[in-house]
């Protein structure tokens, strides 16, 4: 998962200073002026299934900006949402991702976390709503109805990025090219003008694993989804991508319920908010 500090910088872009807030706390700005806020709701994790049947991706956070002004009199109430965790068994539902909200007593922006990944379902698993901005996108939603799904990825510029749906039952050609939810902004580098957040990647990618080697490592990366896993023998680890910042996780199966190996949809991404000032006095 790439950590969101691998696209932030301070002072560049037209953006006077950029204040990234990764945990709950009272904030008290540095400075009077105007800025834009962002809120990130956190993904859910993805369901977990060791029986080949459908099991779906985690739905990316909700995301809310809105200009504020900022007085360094006045202390802002900032709530950052936890990433759905992984499940806990072979054949369970995900998690949640927690709410992330930030209000000085007069604005109140709030943007959700994303729905958990659902076993044995295809039922879709929504992205976080949100509120209270100037734009409030709803999350991507996870990957549903098939036995390798990916996590939604959050929603910059509209409604997050779904993740994509393979299947595990065939050989591994049957998911080239399938992914968990892209962002809607990408960039080689965090970049802003006039505070608009940008940077975000792309979504992990599947793997279908008929070998029996150990299937990791599929993260999302900023604002994206988690990539499912399949894996046909389950002494070994199946463990879908993790979501980056807001991300959905993604699914993990397998088709065998006789073997022992631990079969894990991956995590959701934490939430996140960032302060960009635009003007300062």
Request: charged fraction near 5%; proline fraction near 2%.
């Amino acid at each position: 998962m790439s950590n969101f500090t691998d696209f932030i910088s301070s002072g560049g872009g037209g953006t006077l200073y950029t204040i990234p807030i990764t945990a709950s706390t009272t904030w008290t700005p540095p400075y009077n002026g105007t800025a834009v806020i962002h809120c990130i709701g956190a993904g859910g994790s993805g369901g977990s299934d060791e029986s080949n049947g459908n099991v779906t991706g985690g739905g990316a956070g909700g995301y809310s900006r809105k200009v504020v002004t900022l007085s360094t009199g006045t202390n802002w109430t900032m709530v950052v949402g936890a990433g759905g965790a992984q499940p806990t068994s072979n054949n369970a539902n995900g998690n949640a991702g927690g709410n992330t909200t930030a209000t000085d007593g007069s604005s109140t922006l709030t943007a959700n976390g994303g729905g958990a990944g659902l076993t044995n379902s295809t039922a879709a698993v929504a992205g976080g709503t949100a509120s209270g901005g100037d734009v409030n996108n709803t999350g991507g939603a996870g990957g549903h109805n098939g036995t390798m799904c990916g996590g939604g990825a959050v929603g910059i510029l509209g409604t997050g990025d779904a993740g994509e749906v393979g299947t595990g039952a065939s050989s591994g050609g049957a998911v080239i090219n399938k992914y968990g939810g892209h962002s809607d902004v990408q960039s080689p580098q965090f970049e802003n003008t006039n505070g608009e957040l940008r940077g975000g990647g792309r979504g992990g990618k599947f793997q279908n694993d008929w070998t029996g080697a150990v299937v990791v490592n599929l993260d999302g990366d900023f604002l994206a989804g988690g990539g499912a896993a399949y894996q046909v023998q389950t002494t070994v680890t199946a463990q879908g991508g993790d979501g980056g910042i807001g991300g959905g996780g993604g699914s993990a199966n397998c088709s065998d319920t006789s073997q022992a190996g631990f079969v894990v949809g991956g995590s959701g991404g934490n939430g996140l908010i960032i302060v960009m000032y635009t003007s300062v006095g």
